[in-house]
């Protein structure tokens, strides 16, 4: 290859990569721009995400939540701002990686691609309202069970919640059933690939079943209502996922014999 070739294949990869820093910077400044106002409003971002631990002690108990380190609130309101920021600004992420790979895409795979763009927040959103309103309500109802009251002979014992450990588990919860909500956008994808089909996902029905609880068991902390909670949608979505692949497939049959009998 020439001195001139090597330089002319240069040029595209140097503007590839300068598109890059320029997709990554606008990413980063709206990550850093909604930090730093979750941040200031750490402590009402807060007061929200307590608000299934609330519900499950009743609104007439006034929750107290504790931290044993000088520093952990504070780091909990930079968790709290981080967590607000990757997912106030995903929107925006997720359309500037879009707009790094669009070019390269042909017309009709940038349209097939644009509603898994539009699915991916709205289905996050989905699992993180199951783990607000349903699973981390019913989690802290079974902790609060456990709860011992005083009697003759007998040691209270009684829930006092870190506040680093109840968010790291709301937090934690929320991200969990939040990716795995992305089930069927990452199916639906691998099939219109062709790398995935209706009966080799049924075949593995089975493996899927198992692998769903082990993964709600790591995933989840170690109470039965968290690991049902997960694992129950998990499947429904799994079937959901084999009846878009059906749908696929069908549609490139249709496709494949409109072109033959053209």
């Keep these: 290859m020439t001195e001139e070739n090597l330089d002319d294949s240069a040029a595209p990869l140097v503007e590839h990569l300068i598109e890059l820093r320029q997709r990554l910077i606008r990413a980063m400044i709206a990550v850093s ?21 609330e519900r499950a002690a009743g609104e007439d108990q ?21 967590f607000t920021a990757l997912f106030v600004a995903f929107p925006v992420i997720a359309s500037q990686i879009y707009k790094f790979m669009a070019p390269g895409l042909y017309k009709n795979e940038r349209q097939a691609f644009a509603p898994f763009l539009v699915a991916t927040p709205i289905l996050f959103l989905m699992g993180a309202m199951l783990v607000f309103f349903v699973v981390m309500p019913l989690a802290m109802t079974f902790f609060l069970s456990m709860q011992v009251d005083s009697g003759e002979g007998r040691a209270t014992i009684e829930l006092l919640p870190k506040v680093s450990e109840y968010l ?27 790398l995935v089909s209706e009966k080799g996902l049924k075949d593995k029905r089975k493996y899927a079943v198992v692998l769903t609880f082990v993964a709600a068991a790591v995933l989840t902390p170690p109470d039965p209502i968290s690991q049902l909670g997960l694992a129950v949608p998990s499947l429904l979505l799994y079937e959901l996922s084999i009846f878009a692949t059906r749908l696929i497939e069908q549609k490139r049959q249709e496709q494949e014999a409109a072109e033959q009998s053209a």
């Design 33 to 53: 721009v909604v930090f730093v106002i979750a941040f200031i409003f750490a402590d009402q971002i807060f007061q929200i995400l307590v608000i299934p631990y």
């Design 168 to 194: 790291g588990l709301i937090m934690t919860l929320i991200f969990a059933f939040g990716l795995v909500f992305q089930m069927p956008v990452v199916i639906t994808l691998l099939a219109r690939a062709g």
């Design 62 to 82: 006034n929750l107290t939540l504790i931290f044993t380190a000088p520093q952990e609130y504070f780091f909990a309101q930079l968790k709290i701002a981080l």
